[in-house]
């Protein structure tokens, strides 16, 4: 190949861009990405860069060292297969030899009736959403989080740190979907305790009455506030891929090394890809650095290159809590203690599932990542040779 093109400037296309000329691709590289921004850490957005005092800079990563040609603000329109090209918005056709699918996913927004109602709802996706968000937290609103998964929670205890009176709402309990119900109670018990307000019901509109937000529920009531930030799960970014042949069900489905062709391969949140639980997406920041390493090499070796092999690696810091865990998640079953207990100290847990495999998980405890992921899936036990 002398042509490539990597569409998408977020961590996947970062990853895949390195990961391509560690595997000695010298030819023309170039990204399109659709923010003006460098490559920069989302997850970051909700945890660190909510809480930074001054200027934000939680969210900021080393300088790429690809040496690609970079496209910025600009967006892909279409892609033709057949004749390998992909149309931007700017009116260019970029002819290509290879192609590296890492568009992302943006966030879902709700179900708004009321136009003027959508100037009160925030989603944290982008590092100008996060700018925003700490704008308006300046002035302590009283916030309505909806969505009670990871980032919903992380911004919700960010609001509080602010200053802010902040209700959540979730017809789950907050986490449950995420990580199950020993540790969803743990994070719940947790938000409570600094004051986080929890209206169990499903959110279903939002509209605008005296000049602030109504956030309508399931049940018929309403939640005001002076914000709105809206966590309700995202949509991959394929609309440009509709007219390609390239989706089924309308979902960019991949093969165990990232291809959708022998010449496109995909990677990170527009991505599904066989899991130990069926083909699904997995947007998760390691997933999308793993997907890319994999893709990479595909798009060079072919079968020569190995399998995915993914071990999901999740963390969130909310409410006090830190948590990091390696392995499937949500769990359903009570953990094995391998440190601590159950009284809300610092501990260091393990799940074992039905095919053997297992998910550790450290909660306010210091442990490096390696070894989590070795106490995960500990190697088997050595059986004596016979004398």
Not at 11 to 31: K, P
Not at 170 to 185: A, F, R, V
Not at 286 to 306: R, V, W
Not at 356 to 364: D, E
Request: aromatic letters at 4%; proline letters at 7%.
């Amino acid at each position: 190949m002398e042509r490539i093109i990597v569409v998408g400037n977020g961590i996947a296309g970062l990853t895949a861009s390195d990961s391509l000329r560690a595997a000695g691709f010298d030819g023309e590289l170039t990204v399109v990405g659709d923010e003006l921004h460098a490559p920069y850490s989302r997850p970051a957005l909700s945890k660190a860069a909510l809480l930074d005092a001054e200027e934000m800079t939680s969210h900021q990563l080393p300088a790429s060292t690809h040496g690609a040609r970079e496209l910025l603000g600009v967006r892909a329109l279409q892609l033709d297969p057949d004749l390998k090209s992909v149309v931007l918005d700017d009116g260019s056709i970029l002819p290509y030899d290879g192609l590296v699918i890492a568009t992302g996913s943006r966030a879902r927004r709700l179900a708004n009736t009321d136009p003027a109602a959508s100037r009160h709802e925030l989603t944290l996706r982008t590092l100008e959403d996060a700018l925003e968000l700490r704008r308006r937290l300046a002035s302590r609103p009283s916030v309505v989080v909806v969505g009670g998964g990871a980032l919903g929670m992380e911004i919700a205890s960010g609001c509080l740190a602010a200053g802010c009176d902040v209700t959540l709402v979730s017809h789950l309990k907050p986490m449950t979907q995420q990580l199950g119900p020993h540790l969803s109670e743990v994070f719940l018990a947790a938000g409570l305790s600094r004051g986080l307000k929890l209206a169990p019901s499903k959110a279903v509109g939002l509209r605008e009455a005296d000049d602030h937000p109504l956030v309508e529920l399931a049940d018929g009531s309403t939640l005001a506030a002076d914000l709105v930030v809206s966590a309700i799960g995202d949509i991959p970014n394929t609309g440009w891929l509709a007219d390609s042949g390239l989706l089924t069900g309308g979902r960019l489905e991949v093969d165990s090394r990232g291809r959708v062709r022998p010449n496109i391969v995909a990677a990170g949140d527009v991505a599904a890809f066989p899991t130990g639980r069926g083909v699904a997406r997995i947007p998760l920041w390691t997933s999308a650095i793993e997907q890319s390493k994999a893709a990479a090499l595909a798009l060079l070796h072919g079968d020569d290159a190995p399998e995915l092999n993914f071990s999901p690696y999740f963390w969130t810091e909310q409410f006090g809590l830190n948590l990091k865990a390696i392995g499937l998640l949500p769990l359903d079953a009570a953990p094995e203690f391998l440190e601590g207990g159950a009284d809300g100290g610092p501990a260091l847990m393990r799940w074992t599932h039905e095919d053997g495999r297992g998910t550790a998980v450290a909660l306010n405890y210091r442990i490096p990542i390696p070894k989590l992921r070795r106490l995960a899936n500990p190697a088997p036990a050595q059986v004596p040779s016979p004398a």
